[in-house]
């Protein structure tokens, strides 16, 4: 099974699709994946077969080692466009997630004051109050809605316990235009079953949804690299381009990752 497993607390800086330059911060172990999703497409596998052994970074750990890569950069380069938390699975799972925030603004503030803070979240904890603050605080808030089916998420997310999507809909819309959403379109089997959300079943729903979030932005984009079900295929940068016209024509700004 292709995986790949970061480095943590910091790695890269990696040239990301979507960002630029990215400097990561990995707030997860980094022998194994910790998710409260296990998506079918994660280039991190599937939680069952990367369980970690070592503890999560500290934070103070995440700050000594942030701070350490960012004079190196100043000295040697690249200068990053992004501070982006991502990694071996769900950053805002980290009990001391909102106090890292604060600090890598701090950092990036006296370091890169240009740079953005980033964060990808799937969107399962922005229920907790200091979560929400936390990522209104960041400058690119981007969170996962893959759909607007139940079952579809059910089959190809695949989250861990109680999963309420008209509750994190209400929550995106609690952000009141602070977030960017981003939308995984694939195709292909899992387990025999058809995983195409490119078509209007699953995209005109997702596109109201999206409508009424009212987010600064839309990233769509397909798979990049090895996923752990070999049966899942990119979606056509025809398709793409399709979902990415609807969004536009409905005055909301978006792009496409190919």
């Given at each position: 099974?292709?995986?790949?497993?970061?480095?943590?607390?910091?790695?890269?800086?990696?040239?990301?699709?979507?960002?630029?330059?990215?400097?990561?911060?990995?707030?997860?172990?980094?022998?194994?994946?910790?998710c409260s999703f296990d998506c079918i497409y994660c280039e991190c596998g599937v939680n069952a077969e990367r369980r970690p052994n070592q503890p999560l970074p500290?934070?103070?750990?995440?700050?000594?080692?942030?701070?350490?890569?960012?004079?190196?950069?100043?000295?040697?380069?690249?200068?990053?466009?992004?501070?982006?938390?991502?990694?071996?699975?769900?950053p805002t799972a980290h009990p001391h997630f909102p106090e890292i925030i604060d600090d890598t603004i701090e950092l990036r503030n006296r370091y890169f004051p240009?740079?953005?803070?980033?964060?990808?979240?799937?969107?399962?904890?922005?229920?907790?109050?200091?979560?929400?603050?936390?990522?209104?605080?960041?400058?690119?808030?981007?969170?996962?809605?893959?759909?607007?089916?139940?079952?579809?998420?059910?089959?190809?997310?695949?989250?861990?316990?109680?999963?309420?999507?008209?509750?994190?809909?209400?929550?995106?819309?609690?952000?009141?235009?602070?977030?960017?959403?981003?939308?995984?379109?694939?195709?292909?089997?899992?387990?025999?079953?058809?995983?195409?959300?490119?078509?209007?079943?699953?995209?005109?729903?997702?596109?109201?949804?999206?409508?009424?979030?009212?987010?600064?932005?839309?990233?769509?984009?397909?798979?990049?690299?090895?996923?752990?079900?070999?049966?899942?295929?990119?979606?056509?940068?025809?398709?793409?381009?399709?979902?990415?016209?609807?969004?536009?024509?409905?005055?909301?700004?978006?792009?496409a990752s190919y």
């Amino acid at each position: 099974m292709p995986t790949v497993i970061f480095p943590s607390p910091i790695f890269g800086p990696v040239h990301s699709r979507r960002l630029g330059v990215s400097l990561g911060i990995n707030l997860l172990p980094s022998d194994g994946k910790v998710c409260s999703f296990d998506c079918i497409y994660c280039e991190c596998g599937v939680n069952a077969e990367r369980r970690p052994n070592q503890p999560l970074p500290t934070r103070e750990e995440v700050r000594t080692e942030l701070e350490k890569k960012l004079k190196d950069m100043q000295v040697n380069g690249p200068s990053p466009d992004v501070l982006t938390f991502a990694g071996n699975g769900e950053p805002t799972a980290h009990p001391h997630f909102p106090e890292i925030i604060d600090d890598t603004i701090e950092l990036r503030n006296r370091y890169f004051p240009k740079a953005k803070v980033s964060v990808l979240s799937n969107s399962t904890f922005i229920n907790r109050p200091k979560v929400f603050e936390a990522l209104m605080k960041v400058d690119n808030n981007i969170l996962k809605l893959d759909t607007v089916s139940v079952d579809y998420i059910k089959m190809v997310d695949r989250p861990n316990g109680n999963y309420d999507l008209d509750a994190i809909i209400d929550r995106l819309k609690a952000f009141k235009g602070h977030v960017i959403i981003q939308t995984m379109f694939m195709k292909g089997t899992c387990y025999g079953e058809d995983v195409n959300n490119t078509g209007d079943e699953y995209v005109l729903p997702w596109l109201e949804v999206v409508k009424s979030i009212a987010p600064s932005q839309v990233m769509i984009y397909t798979i990049d690299r090895a996923t752990p079900d070999k049966y899942l295929v990119k979606a056509t940068r025809l398709e793409l381009n399709r979902i990415l016209d609807l969004l536009k024509s409905n005055g909301i700004s978006a792009t496409a990752s190919y």
